[in-house]
């Protein structure tokens, strides 16, 4: 599980929306990103109900609802810094999903990253060179009924503040 990145390019929103659109873990469970926000704080996905992703029950099946979750608070995140000319190591540490009702319709999750996050993984980074960070997303149906609800942690490394500090894990 996971999604790793460590590069220093910015990447733009209409490139980041096709690469993620035709990847296939996310493009065969018909999982969409269909906005992204021009100060890459925001994030809206779609998951659609097909019959690639449902379950026995005929609703989506729980594995589709969690990769829905999981590479967009590290794409944003390196975006954010990628903009300030950072380069970080970022990915998803650990994941925790809670399905609360059944999936019977398309799900829509709305990432959000908040400008007291960015300030406090930025300073974070900057004493200690790396960061962990938690948020939640909820996946909610055509009724507006929360049918998931995953906490993402998000580790974030700037390798060259870790140097400066003498640290190398």
Same mark, same amino acid.
């Given at each position: ?14 490139? /980041? ?8 873990? &996310?493009?065969? %469970?018909?999982? +969409?990103? $269909?906005?992204?926000? =021009? ?57 925790? /999903? ?8 398309? &799900?829509?999750? %709305?990432?959000? +990253?908040? $400008?007291?996050?960015? =300030? ?50």
């Amino acid at each position: 599980m996971g999604f790793f990145i460590v590069c220093k390019m910015i990447i733009p929103n209409i490139l /980041i929306k096709f690469i993620l659109n035709i990847f296939p873990p &996310l493009l065969f %469970n018909r999982i +969409i990103l $269909k906005e992204i926000s =021009d100060d890459f704080m925001e994030m809206k996905v779609i998951l659609k109900k097909a019959f690639f992703n449902i379950n026995f029950y005929k609703t989506i099946f729980g594995g589709s609802i969690f990769s829905a979750c999981d590479p967009y608070f590290p794409t944003m995140y390196y975006q954010i810094f990628a903009k300030k000319g950072r380069k970080l190591v970022i990915w998803v540490k650990s994941a925790h /999903i809670q399905y609360l009702n059944p999936a019977d319709s398309t &799900l829509t999750l %709305n990432f959000r +990253i908040e $400008k007291k996050d960015v =300030d406090f993984v930025e300073n974070n980074l900057n004493k200690k060179g790396k960061i962990k960070i938690c948020h939640t997303v909820k996946a909610i149906n055509k009724h507006n009924i929360v049918c998931a609800e995953a906490k993402i942690e998000v580790y974030l490394r700037d390798n060259e503040i870790k140097e400066k500090l003498g640290s190398k894990s």
